[in-house]
């Protein structure tokens, strides 16, 4: 893992991934953690870029259709309890998995949107487990 990868990696830990805590936190009530695999990006630039976006932004727009009213907020709070994040190096390694109150997701960041799961793939699994 070179220089630029450990200080993508220290931006994220200390400050994307808690905004994104925060934000689901307004968004239904709750701050939700993430756990993310970073040893699965410590030799992916461009993973490291496209984590957020990819998946943060996603699982967040997808909370907002859900938790639009107290119902919803009520749901994602009791329901889901920690969001998992791994790189995968293909489209063909990559799963998304909501089980126990864990959302998994297995993404292929470096490959931008094509190795992503869309915000309505996001809700709808929600949508089935809460």
């Not at 009213?69 to 990559?94: F, P, W, Y």
């Not at 998995?97 to 959302?103: A, E, I, S, T």
């Amino acid at each position: 893992m070179g220089l630029d990868e450990r200080r993508r990696i220290k931006e994220l830990k200390e400050v994307t991934i808690p905004e994104r805590v925060r934000e689901i936190e307004e968004i239904c009530g709750a701050p939700i953690p993430y756990e993310i695999d970073w040893e699965s990006l410590a030799h992916d630039a461009a993973g490291l870029n496209f984590i957020d976006n990819l998946s943060c932004h996603r699982l967040n727009m997808a909370l907002r259709v859900i938790c639009q009213d107290d119902m919803g907020r009520q749901a994602v709070r009791e329901g889901l309890t920690l969001i998992k994040l791994a790189n995968v190096a293909d489209t063909g390694s990559m799963s998304i998995n909501f089980d126990g109150g864990v959302l998994e997701m297995h993404c292929a960041y470096a490959l931008g949107t094509s190795g992503m799961y869309g915000d309505d793939e996001i809700r709808n699994l929600l949508l089935a487990g809460l």
